[in-house]
């Protein structure tokens, strides 16, 4: 399907010479993979998207070895702390990433639904083991430091477990926010958090290498 996409207010994008796939939002690492396989399809790589798919399951079931390994009594349970205050809870991807982690999203345990606002007395009821913070500061124009500060030593907060243990991770948030193959990395990220170093992730890593062919 072709859209009839518009770039400013009216020329559309078709009109320009411009091959358009119109894929959806994902909401699930399954409909990534979905994405993926439209995209390779669209430009006749259907085995590069297959194999693509692969790689992400590969890690994805790495992952998911690795947390079991620890044989846990609990998942430990998190809570993404975003700029995005209505965003992490049910029915987003961070939520079905967490899935594949081996944790508990606090908000969306909490029936909190994404698109919903996460308030400081929501965040005092979940009290969750981990918080995963925020690191984005708009190429230097916001001051993410004392956003966290404010954050962290606010006095409605204090009970929580995660601040009064100092349980706080800040991630790559390149992979925790992700709608690509490289989603799987954000899974791990979050194991990462939750579970230590053993998940860490290794360098700056990317599948974006298995490059398509230009639409003919």
């Known amino acids: 399907e072709i859209s009839e996409c518009l770039v400013g207010s009216e020329m559309c994008i078709r009109d320009r010479g411009m091959n358009v796939i119109v894929l959806k939002g994902p909401a699930t690492i399954e409909d990534i993979r979905q994405n993926v396989r439209t995209i390779a399809k669209a430009m006749h790589a259907d085995s590069k998207g297959e194999e693509l798919v692969k790689l992400m399951d590969s890690r994805l079931a ?3 070895q690795q947390v079991a390994a620890l044989k846990l ?3 430990k349970k998190i809570v993404l702390v975003s700029l995005m205050s209505s965003y992490g809870g049910k029915g987003c991807i961070f939520d079905d990433m967490c899935k594949e982690a081996g944790v508990i999203n606090g908000v969306s345990a909490a029936g ?3 698109g ?3 308030t400081k007395e929501m965040l005092v009821k979940i009290d969750p083991d981990l918080l995963i913070m925020p690191v984005y500061n ?3 124009n916001f001051d993410i430091k004392k956003y966290n500060q404010e954050f962290l030593e ?3 907060l204090q009970t929580m477990r995660a601040i009064k243990r100092k349980q706080l991770f800040y991630p790559n948030e390149g992979y ?3 709608c690509s193959q490289d989603v799987v990395f954000g899974v791990q990220e979050i194991a990462h958090a939750a579970y230590g170093e053993a998940f860490a992730v290794q360098g700056a890593v990317s599948y974006t290498h298995l490059t398509l062919p230009t639409i003919a």
């Open 62 to 64: 790495q992952v998911k």
């Open 73 to 75: 009594q609990q998942p």
């Open 112 to 114: 909190i639904k994404n």
């Open 116 to 118: 919903q606002q996460v």
């Open 138 to 140: 708009d190429h230097g």
């Open 154 to 156: 606010d006095p409605s």
């Open 176 to 178: 925790i926010y992700n």
